[in-house]
């Protein structure tokens, strides 16, 4: 079975670009999240998506940042106009099962990331 | 929201022996707490995960140990080999419910031969 999957590993781009960033969850899976790593800091969670719904946008940092989820697949992360704060490497994960209060917790699998740079 | 702190965050063992890594939570209320391992150039992955309705699990050479009261849980490793070496991240769930996670700042192992 294939895993999480995320295009491109590696991006960089000058301040004021726009990027998108693709990720492909496993087949199934409904739940997908994306996460961003700043360099030697913690892994900071962005939103989930349920399906195509988001389900929660709550670590989102600013406006410039859009994620989209069409048809309940695979999802995309776009950030424009990009900052230099926003460099660091973005992960996305996908597990089974809507969250279901928080008695329940499903494995999160990760993807390799997409490591990106703002010059 | 949770608050997860990690220590050490870099730590070399000579092959062989054991590591252990710590880390500390801060809502009460949580219930679950999964490590994760990141090779370099891949994604972190599930090594092992605790409930908070035991104080310690263990599969092979890695257990994690859950001290509720205290409010921490560890990573032990036992008989350290070179492919172990890795950062190493804690987690707990996010305050508030869902099942999104919050990360300590991870710890680098290194296995020396």
Sequence with gaps: EAGVTQFPSHSVIEKGQTVTLRCDPISGHDNL?????????EIKFLLHFVKESKQDESGMPNNRFLAERTGGTYSTLKVQPAELEDSGVYFCASSQDP???RGLYNEQFFGPGTRLTVL | ???VEQHPSTLSVQEGDSAVIKCTYSD???NYFPWYKQELGK???LIIDIRSNVGEKKDQRIAVTLNKTAKHFSLHITETQPEDSAV?????PFTGGGNKLTFGTGTQLKVEL
Excluded: I, L, T
Aim: glycine share 16%.
């Design chain 2, 28 to 30: 009460s209320a949580s």
């Design chain 2, 88 to 92: 190493y991240f804690c987690a707990a």
């Design chain 1, 33 to 41: 999240y994306w996460y961003r790593r700043v360099m030697g800091k």
């Design chain 2, 1 to 3: 929201g949770e608050n």
């Design chain 2, 43 to 45: 994604g972190p992955q």
């Design chain 1, 99 to 101: 969250a279901v209060g």
